[in-house]
């Protein structure tokens, strides 16, 4: 069965860094494009960034472009997003997602807290 299992997540001071993996298992990890959703405090799911399945192409959500990057390693079935100058506001529990067919996939999250 699919598995995304999160991790890498904490506490960083604002304008720290922070790099979140996506171990995937249970299918084929290098046919399927990938994506970080978050989560805040009180607020509904956002879509973060997405990467195509060979990692030709990124996507990010406005608030966190030039700030963070997407990547994935397709020999390791893993999934990265590398999290660098964080604000208060990126405080969130950041999900990955697999889009398999017309099924979506979650993991169980990571919880991000941007703290000074």
């Known amino acids: 069965q699919v598995q995304l299992v999160e991790s890498g997540g904490g506490l960083a001071q604002p304008g720290g860094s922070l790099r979140l993996s996506c171990a995937a298992s249970?299918?084929?990890?290098?046919?399927?494009?990938m994506s970080w959703a978050r989560q805040a405090p009180g607020k509904g799911l956002e879509w973060v960034s997405g990467?195509?399945?060979?990692?030709?192409?990124?996507y990010y959500t406005d608030s966190v472009k030039g700030r963070f990057t997407i990547s994935r390693d397709n020999a390791k079935n893993t999934l990265y997003l590398q999290m660098n100058s964080l604000k208060p506001e990126d405080t969130a529990v950041y999900y990955c997602?697999?889009?398999?067919?017309?099924?979506?996939?979650w993991g169980r999250g990571t919880q991000v807290t941007v703290s000074s």
């Open positions: 990467i195509y399945k060979d990692g030709s192409d990124t």
């Open positions: 249970g299918f084929t990890f290098s046919k399927h494009a």
């Open positions: 997602n697999a889009a398999i067919g017309v099924q979506d996939y």
